[in-house]
C-alpha cells in the first residue's frame, strides 16, 4: 500500500508541474509561488519518492526524473486539465501538490 501512494505522489507531483507549462496557465506567472511549489514537487519531492521506491543514487534519480517531468509532467498535466479543468489556476497545483504531499508522506510512512 505504501508503494501504491509513494506513486500517486509521483504522478501528483509531475501534474502540478505540467500544469504550469501549459499556455493556459500564463497569466499567473506573475505570482513567484505559484512557480516554486511546482518545481519543488517536480523536481525534488517526487525525486524524493522515486529514491524510496528505486535503489539507486539520487543523482540519477534526479537526470531520470527531469527527462520525465519535461515528458510525462507535461503531457499528465494536459489530460489533467483536459479531463478537469481546461483554464488551469493557481488552486489547481496547490491541490495536486497537497495530494502529493500527502501521498507522500502516506507512503513513507507505510513502506
Do not use: Q
Not at 501512494?5 to 504522478?11: A, D, G, K, Q, R
Not at 496557465?25 to 505570482?31: F, L, M, Q, R
Not at 539520487?58 to 498535466?77: E, K, M, R
Amino acid at each position: 500500500m505504501g508503494t501504491f501512494f509513494l506513486v500517486v505522489s509521483i504522478i501528483a507531483f509531475l501534474i502540478s508541474f505540467g500544469i504550469t507549462k501549459l499556455p493556459a496557465y500564463d497569466d499567473i506567472v506573475g505570482n513567484p509561488l505559484s512557480m516554486i511549489l511546482p518545481f519543488v514537487g517536480g523536481f525534488i519531492l517526487a525525486v524524493v519518492a522515486e529514491c524510496i521506491l528505486i535503489d539507486l543514487a539520487w543523482y540519477w534519480v534526479f537526470l531520470i526524473n527531469s527527462a520525465a517531468a519535461w515528458t510525462i509532467g507535461i503531457l499528465l498535466g494536459a489530460i489533467y486539465a483536459r479531463w478537469f479543468n481546461p483554464n488551469p489556476a493557481f488552486g489547481d497545483v496547490i491541490i495536486t501538490f497537497g495530494v502529493g504531499v500527502v501521498a507522500l508522506i502516506l507512503g513513507a510512512i507505510m513502506i
